[in-house]
Nanobody, 124 residues
Framework: QVQLVESGGGLVQAGGSLRLSCAAS????????MGWFRQAPGKERDFVAT????????SYVHSVKGRFTISRDNAKNILYLQMNSLKPEDTAVYYC?????????????????WGQGTQVTVSS
């Protein structure tokens, strides 16, 4: 079956960095657009970043542009999210997801496989 397993979350001070990984199995990872989403306590799950199958096209929510970088290694079936200059408002559970279509998307309803999430906490 399809498995997406996130790792790399943790507690970091404001201004610090983390790199999240998402190991994929059971799906044709190399042809799937992928995305990162996050959910803060009491809030909806929001789009963070998306990447097309080859890694040549990326898109970010405005609040993380210039600080976060999404990338992928199709040979290893791993999706990454490099997060720099972290802020307390970045605190959330971060989820990776695989798209149900052939196009990358900011719409979470376009994703049909999700990981279990990894907690990122940024202290001020």
């Amino acid at each position: 079956q399809v498995q997406l397993v996130e790792s790399g979350g943790g507690l970091v001070q404001a201004g610090g960095s983390l790199r999240l990984s998402c190991a994929a199995s059971g799906l044709a990872f190399s042809v799937k657009p992928m995305g990162w989403f996050r959910q803060a306590p009491g809030k909806e799950r929001d789009f963070v970043a998306t990447i097309n199958w080859s890694g040549s096209q990326t898109s970010y929510v405005h609040s993380v542009k210039g600080r976060f970088t999404i990338s992928r290694d199709n040979a290893k079936n791993i999706l990454y999210l490099q997060m720099n200059s972290l802020k307390p408002e970045d605190t959330a559970v971060y989820y990776c997801a695989a798209a149900r279509t052939s196009r990358e998307s900011e719409d979470l309803y376009q994703y049909n496989y999700w990981g279990q999430g990894t907690q990122v906490t940024v202290s001020s």
